[in-house]
């Protein structure tokens, strides 16, 4: 079975400048979420999917972050415009469904790397 | 708000000595509970998880009791390898209401020949 798959790996910008990152979710998966990891911490929700729509997005900076689940399969996050505290690892993953209690196991992609600066 | 405490890291230990990485948890509701691991290179995986209390989840040699009373998940092995240097993450989903994952920050574990 194929795994979440991400792309780019790694990316360099500049402050101001946009980025915008991919995810391919496990076939038949119905949840998908979007972490921002910084270095030397744990990853941090920022939008969750249930096809393709929104489930939670509270912690999503809504000024400069977007993102969407078209179709309820691949989903793109944005930023627009990047700041240098943006320079964080962007994991996606992806899970069966979300369970009666969250308690489905969630299944992550290798990540994007972003450097801003 | 939900939260997750971890040990500080990194830790480092020789192999086939023991492991407890300690985890203590905050919750609204009855949480579900994760140990995920990040080999260098790789991505998070899932390594074991609890959804009540006094389950055990295990995995690998690795092993974690969900304790109520003491709010805890440690993490164990009773003899660590190479190949188990990592990073190791403990995790909840609260359930009540909200299916986030709340990770910890993480302890760095590296075993040495």
């Known amino acids: 079975e194929a795994g979440v798959a991400q792309s780019p790996r790694y990316k360099i910008i500049e402050k101001r400048q946009s980025v915008a990152f991919w995810c391919n979710p496990i076939?038949?998966?119905?949840?998908l979420y979007w972490y921002q990891q910084i270095l030397g911490q744990g990853p941090k929700l920022l939008i969750q999917?249930?096809?393709?729509?929104?489930?939670?997005d509270s912690q999503l900076p809504k000024d400069r972050f977007s993102a969407e689940r078209l179709k309820g399969v691949d989903s793109t996050l944005k930023i627009q415009p990047a700041k240098l505290e943006d320079s964080a690892v962007y994991l996606c993953?992806?899970?069966?469904?979300?369970?009666?209690?969250?308690?489905?196991?969630?299944?992550f992609g290798p990540g994007t790397r972003l450097l801003v600066l | 708000g939900n939260s997750v405490t971890q040990m500080e890291g990194p830790v480092t230990l020789s192999e086939e000595a023991f492991l407890t990485i300690n985890c203590t948890y905050t919750?609204?509701?009855?949480?579900?509970l994760f140990w995920y691991v990040q080999y260098p290179g790789e991505g998070l995986q899932l390594l074991l998880k609890?959804?009540?209390?006094?389950d055990k989840g295990s995995n690998k040699g690795f092993e974690a009791t969900y304790r109520k009373e003491t709010t805890s998940f440690h993490l164990e092995k009773g003899s660590v390898q190479v190949s188990d240097s990592a990073v190791y993450f403990c995790?909840?989903?609260?359930?009540?209401?909200?299916?986030?994952?709340?990770f910890g920050k993480g302890t760095k574990l590296s075993v040495i020949p």
């Open positions: 993953a992806s899970s069966l469904d979300l369970g009666d209690r969250g308690q489905e196991t969630q299944y």
């Open positions: 076939s038949g998966h119905a949840t």
């Open positions: 999917f249930q096809n393709n729509g929104v489930v939670d």
């Open positions: 919750a609204t509701g009855y949480p579900s």
């Open positions: 609890a959804t009540k209390a006094d």
């Open positions: 995790a909840l989903v609260s359930g009540a209401g909200s299916y986030q994952l709340t």
